[in-house]
T-cell receptor, first 113, second 114 residues
Framework: GEDVEQSLFLSVREGDSSVINCTYT??????LYWYKQEPGAGLQLLTY?????DMKQDQRLTVLLNKKDKHLSLRIADTQTGDSAIYFC?????????????FGAGTRLAVHP | EAQVTQNPRYLITVTGKKLTVTCSQN?????MSWYRQDPGLGLRQIYY???????DKGDVPEGYKVSRKEKRNFPLILESPSPNQTSLYFC?????????????FGPGTRLTVT
């Protein structure tokens, strides 16, 4: 079935690294995504990784993909208070011009001094 | 500025009183979608539209209607709202090509049905 799972809460100290984990179900997913939702705002695409990649780095963000275990992670280096938000993992299912985006429940990241 | 706008941002209404939440995008995107966000459940798709006059049900369409008469607009209609439709609603749009999960979201509409 369609299911993307992630832990609901993560608390880190400012300056430390944050690692948000996600497991997905569809091994045929072409892309996997991380979205960020700041308080009172809509979701914003943070980064995505193509399924034939193991890792993608973008400034402070590192995405790791383990296709064998269907595990995706987002690492935020030098976490800042501005990184406090809800982070959603998502995969796309389907084909033929329509791809359904399936979201996890979201991980609330709290950054404390 | 490329954006998806929604109105109203906040709405409190009573059971059974018809309402419409508007959504508009200025990016000439073919695809538009409505989601609802509930605690612990993430986002669930209500309806989507691949283009003008083409709409289809998502995972939780019961109690909702949509229309797509123009490319830029995709209103969500609740004909007879009920308390279980109290939620945070997001409209999103994207272009046709990959990655198809690259969606642009509106700021959200918080709906309370009493």
């Amino acid at each position: 079935g369609e299911d993307v799972e992630q832990s609901l809460f993560l608390s880190v100290r400012e300056g430390d690294s944050s690692v948000i984990n996600c497991t997905y179900t569809d091994s045929s997913s072409t892309y996997l995504y991380w979205y960020k939702q700041e308080p009172g705002a809509g979701l914003q695409l943070l980064t995505y990784i193509f399924s034939n990649m193991d890792m993608k780095q973008d400034q402070r963000l590192t995405v790791l993909l383990n296709k064998k275990d269907k595990h995706l992670s987002l690492r935020i280096a030098d976490t800042q208070t501005g990184d406090s938000a809800i982070y959603f993992c998502a995969e796309t299912l389907g084909g033929g011009g329509y791809n359904k985006l399936i979201f996890g429940a979201g991980t609330r990241l709290a950054v404390h001094p | 500025e490329a954006q998806v706008t929604q109105n109203p941002r906040y709405l409190i209404t009573v059971t059974g009183k018809k309402l419409t939440v508007t959504c508009s995008q200025n990016m000439n995107h073919e695809y538009m979608s409505w989601y609802r966000q509930d605690p612990g459940l993430g986002l669930r798709q209500i309806y989507y539209s691949m283009n003008v006059e083409v709409t289809d049900k998502g995972d939780v369409p019961e109690g909702y209607k949509v229309s797509r008469k123009e490319k830029r607009n995709f209103p969500l209609i609740l004909e007879s709202p009920s308390p279980n439709q109290t939620s945070l609603y997001f409209c999103a749009s994207r272009r046709t090509g990959p990655p198809t999960g690259e969606q642009y979201f509106g700021p959200g509409t918080r709906l309370t049905v009493t």
